[in-house]
């Protein structure tokens, strides 16, 4: 005896046979769909642009900071002496990220193995843009994770423009997934 979820497939070839339109829609239409979701909902971070300011130039700040240097993930933008400056370029959109290293930092650095409860104890403070809340949050990760990967103590964190960390709701996604229910309630 014979399932009868094969007496179903079978019907449902010939129907996609016979009809062309519909063959579109069951083949053509979801590897479409498959493309346009995964360009509209990527999160892969790549080309992170970050800045250094660096109060005190010294070799010891400089080691610490070449793994931004190094890593592909990251477009090193350059190192500054002015707060100001970073953040000028910070507001225009031209920096994704900011990392501050304290005036002391020489003397402090040994504290990034130490955890630290506050912000003002902080050696290194990295500065998001959190508009755009998913680029600011593993902008930071990443940057964390490449200046100092055993720990994350002496870091501290400030998320600009977005710090309640609200996620935007994804009004395109929703109307892309309605539009496609449509067309595929239309074939059927």
Do not use: C, W
């Amino acid at each position: 005896m014979k399932s009868p979820l094969l007496y179903v497939v079978k019907k449902e070839l010939i129907i996609m046979t016979r009809n062309r339109t519909s063959l579109l829609f069951m083949l053509v239409l979801p590897v479409f769909f498959i493309y346009i979701f995964n360009k509209i909902i990527s999160t892969d971070m790549n080309h992170i642009d970050v800045m250094a300011v660096v109060q005190k130039p010294s070799e010891r700040a400089n080691q610490f900071l070449q793994p931004l240097r190094e890593n592909p993930v990251f477009r090193y933008k350059g190192t500054t002496t002015s707060v100001d400056k970073g953040m000028s370029q910070f507001r225009r959109g031209e920096i994704h990220a900011l990392v501050v290293l304290d005036k002391d930092f020489d003397k402090r650095a040994d504290a990034l193995s130490v955890p630290t409860q506050s912000e003002n104890n902080a050696v290194v403070q990295i500065m998001t843009d959190n508009s755009n809340m998913v680029i600011g949050t593993t902008a930071n990760y990443y940057i964390r994770s490449a200046l100092n990967p055993q720990q994350s103590s002496g870091i501290s964190m400030k998320m600009l423009y977005n710090p309640g960390l609200y996620s935007s709701y994804q009004f395109g996604v929703g109307l892309f997934a309605l539009l496609l229910i449509f067309s595929i309630s239309a074939v059927s």
